[in-house]
Nanobody, 128 residues
Framework: QVQLVESGGGSVETGGSLRLSCDVSEYTRSDYCRGWFRQTPGKEREWVADIYLRDGTTSYADFVKGRFTISQDTSTLFLQLNNPTPEDTAMYYC???????????????????????WGQGTQVTVAS
């Protein structure tokens, strides 16, 4: 059973930086893609970025492109937040997905229900 634990959230000022971490308890053959989502009260969880383990290919939502960076090592997933704005305030979740029924680079990544494992979330608050 894969377990994900996020850390690194907190308060940051606009234009500052913050790095989120997600410790993955166990690497398995089914560990295919890892990603970050975020959610604010009353809104649906939205995709932020993801990375494929086999080749390191990354993808970003337009609203974070050029500001956030996703990276990984064997057991930890990271999300570097640079120049955040108050609109980036949210609970951030990491997720992992196995390859079953998931096309490489496909749109399945944008839908939270298609991911197999989730962390508990870490809150990021950006002050103006």
């Amino acid at each position: 059973q894969v377990q994900l634990v996020e850390s690194g959230g907190g308060s940051v000022e606009t234009g500052g930086s913050l790095r989120l971490s997600c410790d993955v308890s166990e690497y398995t053959r089914s560990d295919y893609c890892r990603g970050w989502f975020r959610q604010t009260p009353g809104k649906e969880r939205e995709w932020v970025a993801d990375i494929y383990l086999r080749d390191g290919t990354t993808s970003y939502a337009d609203f974070v492109k050029g500001r956030f960076t996703i990276s990984q090592d064997t057991s930890t997933l990271f999300l570097q937040l640079n120049n955040p704005t108050p609109e980036d305030t949210a609970m951030y979740y990491c997720a992992a997905a196995g390859p079953k029924h998931k096309t490489y680079g496909g749109s399945w990544r944008l839908v939270p229900g298609n991911w197999d494992y989730w962390g508990q979330g870490t809150q990021v608050t950006v002050a103006s």
